[in-house]
């Protein structure tokens, strides 16, 4: 019976004109999708590559860096193409300001995004990454598939011809769950694959990338169980309606607020439960403390000078004091801050996972290395980079003033100049981030799917 | 009551969840190579007989049995017996005939049928060759009927429920319905068939009830029909004072 | 008198129908919730922008503290953003110089684009401004509204009974759309009422500043337009149907390709037509001509020191002495080289501007293109139009850059002009020329004035209301010739 009905289903389906345009849409825009992406993706890799190579042309040496700045370079992130991410409007760069060997205290690596937009209207109506493509097309169609199947059939009549058979109904909804589920996923993925084959080599790099094929299989299953989401979340609806136009209506209204309304307000509301002060006052602050606190490290330097007690090695220690205790107060302030970002910034994510669609958005981004983590992780490697960079060439260069000026002690430097390198956002991280929402999005298809099958039993068929 | 009888109905009541009483408790028996035509006006209760005996809604009291299967206890076993043709025949409009057929057949526990066994009984109810594999969303209702019938037929079931088969045919395709059921009967089915037709129930009609408000208020053979004027009777009856305003006791 | 008959007909069903009850009250909840989440954000953000402002200032009043840490201008929060986010995400937070000021080729001024590090999950979703609420849940729900008009009255089999009467089909589709159109707008309105009012009991300051109110009157016909344009849309599809459920099938994917493909393809195909190099490249390339004009530069000098060989054999000490003492040589040689200084300078800057402009030019080109093949789609003719309307679109990012360099200019003509520069071999160093203590000026922010904006956006106006008379007529023409049987 299973089988009859499921071959059924899929006959109907492939014979009507929805499976038709389905494949025909994927079959264009996907690989469409990823040839933009990859391209675009090709052009900031050569950005990157040659800044890179400029700088490091020009930065062999620490005393280049004392002269002509430090800057540490973030490389683009190759899944974008699933997931754009934060990509574009995080930062890509920190750099020094001005000349950092005249600077006499601790030297700080801003960030940058020197990514400004080309064509302002890509920003105005979002990337066509894959992560569009599965949230907002594929739901389309999986409302599409599956409208119909109870509410449609009792609608044409055909439930009642079915159900005067000795066939059990839980066999039926399981094959047209089934049968409408493959129908609908096979375009998709026939053309994920026809894309990763095409552009395989033209930017995109799958292979020879240590976890490339295990992040795109794990993104194809986040966006299976997208799908399935809709898809079980028609069905069900499908079993609570009688008429299909209601189902429809239903499903739509349901969309929207679960893609378009949901997700969106749970980081505002977020917001406005838990404000936080923004960056950029945070920066002012720490600029303000900085300079008060390197005010007074002259004033007592000077003010030793000008008693005739000073030495290189005491003011090198009036240096270390302040410099600590300037890191100090700004560690705080930073970690206070982080603290209270966090918490506002768990909040609103989960908030939005009331959304099926926040649990695939989020995950997919963090996957393609376009997230939070990527971010966090650029923003400690670069903490770390600093530290480097402060111990072995900026605080090599000493300054003692003296009653005649400035007098300043070349440092002593070996080796080459440091390079940055960003460290892969180790494995176990990335599990931990996204574990929930695929936990999620499992319970969100088992709970849809056990609604519809408990209410089909029930369904009334006349 | 027949123990012979292979679709009964005992003191079989339906009340819905608006108060409505739709079916009082009724007493019916249907037995092979039997045609049984129930009469009545929209509303009556026929429609809601061949729902509780297709276990779409379950009864209020009483029970229905199917080959002497209590249909409530065991739906699965009793749908095995029966087969259903629907007021309006609609079918899957992207499927061919025989598609459709086919389908169904499978449903109906038949799955190793050929093609030639799905042409051969198409053709029995006359509908023409070039339909076979053609799209049913071309067909009119005469030719949906006899498809509809024609799955019927497939499923080889002992009992046949129609629901007001021939409304909206022209006579011509009304005629060739009956004489397919004619033949049906004559192999042995027993027929239950819902319908307005006083004129053809009563040409085919081995037996005729008449419903009214939930009721079976007549119930009369073919031979005592050739006495009386059954379309004088079925709108007396209609005309009569509601049944809810006197108590009218029905002999079975 | 049919007119009236039909069209007070119509409205009755609507009114009495569950959907229309459902449409209306989401109309009346997310319209003003949009307004109020989008308020308090911007409240929140410009009490931020205040916050930096003030700390900016309390440690900035005079010229040697801007030479000391740099000089910033600060762009406010736009009060219309509640309308449109736009591109707002992009645009950087501040302007601020390079560290030392005392370079020989003027302020180096540059964007600082720290602001979406707030709220990088709003970015990733996307924001509920009213463009959105309006551009998706509305037009959803004027289609929602409007699938039945035809094709669900002939399947009821009334229209037939309708057009049995003496009652010309004209009137019928026109009393339709009418109705359809009022009830919307009227919804749509009610719902906009409701936010003003809940801006006013939070306390919204902005009313009266830079033509608020003008502004918001005109995103409200707007989208009154917009609205209207979807509603005559979706009785279109009803009247190219004849079944109720493939009228909402069609509109869903015609909405689905509108919205989601069309706007998006306008930008790939203009990327394709008319590509770009990207900024990196292009300050790549600047960073190598001022590079080659530096080493020029020094290669003149040196020359120069040849040309005086009095003061080339002179220690720097002597060198000043001797300019303080108006020596002719030293005096004269310090004309020169400031002279030749001078000349890379304006050189450097030329070079500069050409490179820009030119690369400026090529990618207003592509952004023209993309906004002139995504036209073809009303939603973007409507999102592009709020944008600009509440100060966050292209012609916003555009103002934003000349206050980058209006910002230069004024660190140049308060500092670096002010500049006396010595060099000498390998030595240079700068003296103030001024009154270190003046108080700086400072950079007041204008958005873009309304004659600007209108300019840019009479097009995207025009072009929606002809959509919506093109969807009209279009309803109008099919239903003459519906089957309405």
């Known amino acids: 019976m299973f089988r009859t009905i499921f071959n059924k289903e899929i006959l109907e389906n492939i014979t009507s004109s929805r499976f038709l345009t389905v494949l025909i849409l994927c079959l264009i825009i996907i690989p469409l999708g990823v040839y933009v992406s990859t391209r675009d993706f090709q052009t900031r890799q050569q950005s990157y590559q040659e800044s890179v190579n400029l700088y490091e042309e020009s930065h062999k040496l620490p005393t280049d860096l004392l002269y002509r700045g430090a800057k540490a370079y973030r490389p683009p992130s190759p899944l974008s193409f699933l997931s754009l991410g934060l990509e574009i409007v995080m930062p890509n760069v920190a750099e020094t300001q001005g000349r950092p060997g005249e600077s006499q205290s601790v030297v700080e690596l801003k960030f940058n995004n020197s990514q400004s937009p080309d064509n302002i209207y890509e920003f105005f109506h979002g990337p066509l990454d894959l992560v569009f493509i599965v949230a907002v097309m594929m739901t389309f169609f999986a409302i599409a598939f599956s409208y119909g199947s109870i509410s449609g059939e009792k609608e044409q009549g055909t439930l009642k011809q079915i159900l005067c058979n000795a066939v059990p109904r839980n066999q039926i909804i399981l094959a047209k769950m089934a049968a409408n589920y493959v129908t609908l996923v096979t375009p998709f993925l026939i053309a994920v694959l026809l894309s990763l084959v095409i552009f395989q080599g033209k930017g995109l790099v799958l292979f020879g990338s240590d976890r490339a094929w295990l992040l795109m299989t794990l993104s194809i299953i986040f966006s299976l169980l997208l799908i399935g989401a809709f898809f079980n979340l028609g069905l069900l609806v499908s079993t609570l309606t009688r008429q299909a136009v209601s189902t429809i209506v239903i499903l739509l209204l349901a969309w929207v607020l679960l893609y378009g309304i949901l997700p969106r307000l749970s980081s505002v509301f977020a917001q406005l439960v838990y404000p936080v002060k923004s960056q950029q006052v945070l920066v002012s602050e720490k600029n303000q403390i900085r300079m008060e606190n390197e005010k007074e490290c002259e004033a007592r330097i000077d003010k030793l000078v000008d008693t005739g007690q000073s030495s290189l090695d005491k003011q090198k220690s009036i240096r270390a004091e302040f410099a600590e205790k300037i890191t100090g107060s700004l560690q705080k302030l930073d970690q206070e801050w982080e603290k209270r970002r966090e918490i506002q910034r768990s909040m609103a994510m989960n908030l939005a996972r009331l959304s099926p669609v926040s649990c695939f958005i989020r995950p997919m981004a963090e996957i393609s290395k376009t997230g939070w983590l990527e971010w966090q992780a650029f923003t400690k490697d670069v903490t770390r980079f600093q530290q480097v960079l402060n111990d072995k060439v900026f605080n090599q260069n000493v300054f003692e003033v003296t009653k005649g000026g400035i007098q300043s002690h070349e440092g002593k430097y070996s080796g080459p100049a440091p390079i940055f390198h960003l460290q892969p956002i180790p494995s176990e991280s990335l599990v931990k981030n996204i574990l929930p929402d695929f936990i999620l999005l499992v319970i969100y298809n088992l709970l849809f799917f056990s609604g519809a099958y408990v209410k089909f039993l029930r369904y009334d068929a006349r | 009551m027949d123990p012979k009888a292979i679709l009964k109905a005992i003191d079989l009541s339906k009340r819905y969840e608006d108060e409505v009483l739709a079916l009082d408790h009724l007493n019916l028996e249907v037995q092979s190579s039997e045609v049984y035509c129930l009469l009545g006006a929209n509303g009556a209760g026929k429609t809601t007989t061949i729902n509780l005996f297709l276990n779409f809604i379950p009864p209020t009291t009483g029970t229905c049995y199917i080959n002497g299967i209590d249909v409530t206890k065991d739906p699965l076993e009793a749908k095995k017996y029966v087969s259903f043709v629907s007021e309006n025949v609609m079918l899957y409009g992207n499927f061919t005939a025989r598609q459709n057929l086919d389908f169904f057949a499978k449903l109906g526990g038949k799955l190793n049928l050929t093609k030639e066994d799905y042409y051969r009984v198409m053709r029995r109810v006359s509908l023409q060759d070039k339909a076979f594999e053609q799209r049913v969303k071309t067909f009119s209702k005469g030719m949906r009927q006899k498809l509809g019938i024609s799955i019927a037929i497939i499923k080889d079931a002992p009992v046949i429920l129609l629901d007001e088969p021939t409304s909206g045919l022209d006579p011509k395709a009304a005629e060739e319905f009956l004489e397919i059921l004619a033949e049906l009967k004559s192999e042995g089915k027993a027929i239950f068939m819902s319908t307005h037709d006083i004129f053809r129930a009563k040409e085919i009609g081995d037996r005729v009830g008449i419903m009214k408000e939930g009721r079976l208020v007549m119930e009369r053979t073919r031979e005592e029909l050739l006495d009386e004027d059954l379309v004088k009777v079925y709108i007396n009856y209609m005309r009569s004072v509601p049944l809810t305003a006197q108590k009218e006791l029905v002999e079975p | ?485």
């Open chain 3, 1 to 485: 008198m049919m007119f009236k008959v039909i069209f007070l007909k119509e409205l009755l069903e609507s009114i009495q129908n569950y959907r229309f009850m459902i449409a209306l009250i989401l109309g009346l909840t997310i319209i003003p919730l949009g307004i109020y989440v989008n308020g308090k954000d911007y409240q929140a953000r410009y009490r931020n922008y205040q916050e930096t402002v003030r700390i900016y200032e309390e440690s900035h009043k005079t010229i040697q503290d801007v030479m000391h840490l740099g000089g910033a201008a600060f762009r406010p929060p736009s009060p219309l953003s509640i309308i449109s986010t736009g591109v707002e995400y992009l645009f950087p937070s501040s302007i601020e110089s390079e560290g030392s000021l005392i370079t020989s080729f003027g302020a180096q001024t540059r964007f600082n684009n720290t602001r979406t590090l707030d709220n990088p999950q709003l970015y990733l979703y996307g924001a509920l401004d009213m463009t959105f609420i309006i551009s998706i849940v509305i037009s959803l729900l004027a289609m929602l509204l409007t699938y039945n008009s035809v094709a669900g009255e002939k399947e009821q089999r009334t229209l037939s009974l309708i057009c049995s009467n003496a009652v010309p089909k004209n009137l019928i589709i026109s009393a339709k759309m009418l109705a359809y159109g009022v009830l919307l707008s009227l919804t749509f309105f009610l719902g906009i009422l409701l936010g003003i009012f809940v801006l006013l009991m939070m306390g919204f300051e902005v009313w009266t500043g830079s033509g608020f109110i003008l502004r918001f009157s005109l995103g409200v016909a707007v989208s009154i337009i917009y609205v209207l344009t979807f509603s005559n849309f979706g009785v279109l599809i009803s009247s190219l149907n004849k079944r109720a459920v493939s009228a909402i099938i069609s509109l869903m994917f015609c909405w689905a390709i509108l919205f989601m493909i069309f706007p998006k393809a306008s930008v790939i195909v203009s990327k394709i037509i008319k590509p770009v190099r990207s900024q990196q490249v292009i300050d790549l390339e600047k960073s190598q001509i001022r590079r080659q004009l530096e080493e020029e530069e020094f290669n003149e000098l040196q020359k120069l020191r040849n040309v005086f060989p009095v003061v080339k054999d002179m220690s720097m000490p002597e060198f000043m002495k001797k300019l303080k003492q108006e020596d002719k040589d030293a005096v004269a040689y310090d004309k020169k080289q400031n002279e030749l200084k001078d000349y890379y300078q304006t050189k450097c800057a030329a070079e500069w501007g050409r490179v820009d402009s030119f690369y400026e030019n090529q990618r207003l080109n592509q952004a023209g293109l993309a906004r002139d093949i995504s036209r073809l789609s009303p939603i973007s003719c409507f999102v592009h139009l709020m944008a600009e309307l509440s100060n966050t679109g292209l012609l916003e990012y555009k103002q934003w850059k000349q206050t980058r360099s209006r910002l230069k200019q004024l660190l140049d003509s308060e500092i670096n002009d002010k500049m006396r520069r010595v060099n000498f071999g390998e030595y240079s160093f700068s003296r103030f020329n001024g009154d270190e203590n003046a108080l700086m000026s400072r950079i007041e922010y204008q958005l873009v004035p309304f004659r600007k904006v209108w300019s840019a956006v009479w097009p995207d106006f025009v072009l929606l209301l002809l959509y919506g008379i093109m969807f009209f007529l279009g309803a109008y023409v099919v239903f003459l010739k519906y089957d309405v049987r």
